[in-house]
């Protein structure tokens, strides 16, 4: 285990009354003038965000409106926001949806006190020293962005999705009412419980391995969203469960599950490329990456993916054969991801099979050029992302 | 599963060199003359607080001294913290110590700003509105104070120990560096663990038990501190083993392990009273009285009790017996605070069995004169206390 530092500032706010305190808590935060930033139809369509207008203005709160986030959301959508919100004198913005609202919510509030352009914190040519407060109402649990440091923003002229950490845009408040993801569609709902098993696999696996707290955090987490994703499949207005995925969806990624431990990331790093380049979900594609990263990275770490085969799959152990057992938890994660209707590989993520130019692309934009390599438990170079993305490229069975 | 908040604002800083950031959390939370709080000998003598006092001085902050706190900490000494904070002009208060410490900082903090008399707040009369910044450094895990909301001060005069909870009083910093407490003798270091575990198994059993999320991190988090009480008490340099415990400390009375659920703290209550009227450890208490309160509330919540026995003490299920799993776990309980040098009856505890106007004291305070009832599983009102209190008092086999 190493050192850590843990700060979670966000004040949640979780259940079927949650969101009458959206006129308190922005108050509260010192909201006065507020851009309300929301994505596509749903979130106005259900009236959420006409019901969130209503309560701020019942509270005396001066609002602002920006829809239109799309998901892998968009630099210029951020110029937008950051324009209206000098043009307005907005000092608060509250998110309305996803981690994609969330994410151009945050990456607003980073540009609007900056002198600079706003793509310089994800160029690495600065590192944000201020941000407007944010807050978020959060209807699509996965990204887990309403309690991490994190923002990714895609660059639409660029095609780079990159991702800036900062405690500065951690959300004051998150108002999380589980009744708002009763009708998200089964294939968001999947890959949702995908990427948030996988914010806890980022750090499950990494150089350490003697954190048992962290572990049994872990465990008992991924068991959990394993076991819900199945049952809201099955019920979509399954409160209790949908509950389940919305909580763990933001402890999965508020570092909690990190303590003592590292990121790794590669997986998510390999993923942003594919998002990038086919505009796929998210969470489908870390599903058709992750059992190739598992098999490549698994030498010489077979005891810990053996404990992650019995804690979290269900695995028999098989003392005298750690990388057995191993191997059939990878079998088992790809046997669930097949159960939830995600792919364990690129033809079936994108309907045929990535070209080696695509791959090479990919490989030049995930590894800057040859320059940087990824991940914790072992070192991703690009020889070695272009060997993760090939095995990931070829069908299964 | 009810509707929640959550709010966990304290930074953490955990590890070896923790430490040394002193002088850089007091000055990034605005501490520019801080009083120094802290207990007895061993924190002096170890050189911490003379280190501390250094790291400070070397930030360019100025200090006022202020040692001597006891276990179960006193008013009368609140009192004097609170005059010389005033006459000092102190901005900050900087708890150097355990539990007990941090709680007579916190007291400290919220008389500062206040007009009337301190002792209000506990004795319900007003609610603090404002409150001084309190950090701490933290040295003996088990109170959980670090993170919580929670003050428990005793009226030294009225002999009475109460709590009160408020985030206001929040640690903006808690350091953390586990091997402060290898020095921890073996009895505080088991009435710890015990202390660590009832702040969760005190959630645990409520009135719902639904939310399986919580439940696999209460469950985890209670089997590593079992298994890492064990290995600390053998070995009492075991790094690793210390900091799952410290950090458990943390997370078991942060609200981690309460959301959906609420707090039962009904064996708490009634061992605030032992630990006043006999000054006990609170934890070796709380050892001393669970089993009584748990076979007391058993009936109805056998399933519950079963889901502890099989998920957090490791008891075989037998489904067709779920009142003989549930029994079983009470005693792997029981077995676990006798293997931990713990005792797990009041004659064990104070070396004699309480006399009846002792029992009948303990029930007339803790009870309000027959006014208040206690817990969230089973309501328990005075008539039900003095029957726990009375199956405590039999000698254990």
Known sequence: MKDFSFYTPTRVVFGRASEEQVGSLVSWYGGHRVLVHYGGG???????????????HASGIATVELGGVVPNPLLSMVRRGIALCREQQVDFILAVGGGSVIDSAKAIAYGVPYDGDVWDFWAGKAVP?????????????????????????THDELG???GVNSDLCRCRFAIMNPERTFTLPPYQTAAGAVDIMMHTMERYFCRYDDMALTDALAEGLLRTVKDSAVAVLRNPQDYVNRAQIMWAGSLAHNDLTECGYEKDFATHRLEHELSTLY?????????????????????????????????????????????????????????????????????????RPATPDEIALMVERCSRGGTMQLGSIERIDASAMATIYRAANQPRP
Chains 1, 2 share one sequence.
């Open 160 to 162: 780079l999705k990159r």
């Open 129 to 153: 020293q201020r941000a407007l407060p944010v807050g978020c109402v959060l209807t699509i649990p996965a990204a887990g962005s309403e309690m991490s440091s994190s923002c990714v923003i």
């Open 42 to 56: 749903s979130a106005v369509r259900s009236g959420l965000v006409g019901k969130m207008l209503d309560l701020l």
């Open 279 to 351: 505009d796929v979900t998210h969470g489908a594609g870390l599903a058709a990456l992750w059992g190739s990263w598992a098999r490549h990275v698994l030498p010489g770490h077979e005891s810990r993916f053996a404990q992650f085969a019995v804690n979290v799959m269900g695995v028999t152990a098989r003392y005298g054969d750690l990388p057995g057992t191993a191997l059939r938890g990878i079998e088992a994660m790809e046997a669930f991801y097949c159960q939830l209707g995600m792919p364990t590989s690129i033809p079936e993520l994108i309907g």
